[in-house]
T-cell receptor, first 118, second 114 residues
């Protein structure tokens, strides 16, 4: 168990550029979440995958944001035409749950990707 | 929408002492889950303790315990015998039974002094 891995750890980009982040969940974890955390705030939910299916997206996830989880393993989060307001830490979390409902599952978080848009 | 409020931006405790972090939430649901997560400087969120709303008994995990007051919509975290390694941001979070998203509060920064 190597934990949830996120890459890169830091990303600096210019406004208008596209960026892509990668998350590798813990092996055999079928559930994967993306959260965004700005300075002085708690994480905000962005999206949720169960295996390869994206089952829920927050209204925070504008059409400039897209997330994928091909084959139900790693996931990518892409931000197109970045804006300064996109500067934040992007957290990935995973869990393993064989049931239909989420219940009080324990999420395992990665260390995040810190995005700075200049 | 459910909101989670942590009214203490910062708290300080001496090593070996006890500290209580406050959390209140707003919901119209009768069943839900509550969590406390710890975020050290490494940024990795770690689950500290969790509580099912339908359980009246307060959850405990070693030195960590909660005081869950459902009618008051209050969910405080008590850390006993505080250790230097407890220093971190602590986030209270709420999740609906049928939902996927965790709703987090703004966090409380805990400082532990020797």
């Amino acid at each position: 168990d190597t934990g949830v891995s996120q890459d890169p750890r830091h990303k600096i980009t210019k406004r208008g550029q596209n960026v892509t982040f990668r998350c590798d969940p813990i092996s055999e974890h079928n559930r994967l979440y993306w959260y965004r955390q700005t300075l002085g705030q708690g994480p905000e939910f962005l999206t949720y995958f169960q295996n390869e299916a994206q089952l829920e997206k927050s209204r925070l996830l504008s059409d400039r944001f897209s997330a994928e989880r091909p084959k139900g393993s790693f996931s990518t989060l892409e931000i197109q035409r970045t804006e300064q307001g996109d500067s934040a830490m992007y957290l990935c979390a995973s869990s393993r749950n064989v049931g239909v409902t989420v219940h009080n599952e324990k999420l395992f978080f990665g260390s995040g990707t810190q995005l700075s848009v200049l | 929408a459910q909101t989670v409020t942590q009214s203490q931006p910062e708290m300080s405790v001496q090593e070996a002492e006890t500290v209580t972090l406050s959390c209140t939430y707003d919901t119209s649901e009768s069943d839900y889950y509550l969590f406390w997560y710890k975020q050290p400087p490494s940024r990795q969120m770690i689950l500290v303790i969790r509580q099912e709303a339908y359980k009246q008994q307060n959850a405990t995990e070693n030195r960590f315990s909660v005081n869950f007051q459902k009618a008051a919509k209050s969910f405080s975290l008590k850390i006993s015998d505080s250790q230097l390694g407890d220093a971190a941001m602590y986030f209270c979070a709420y999740r609906r039974v049928s939902g996927y998203a965790l709703n987090f509060g703004k966090g409380t920064s805990l400082l532990v002094t020797p």
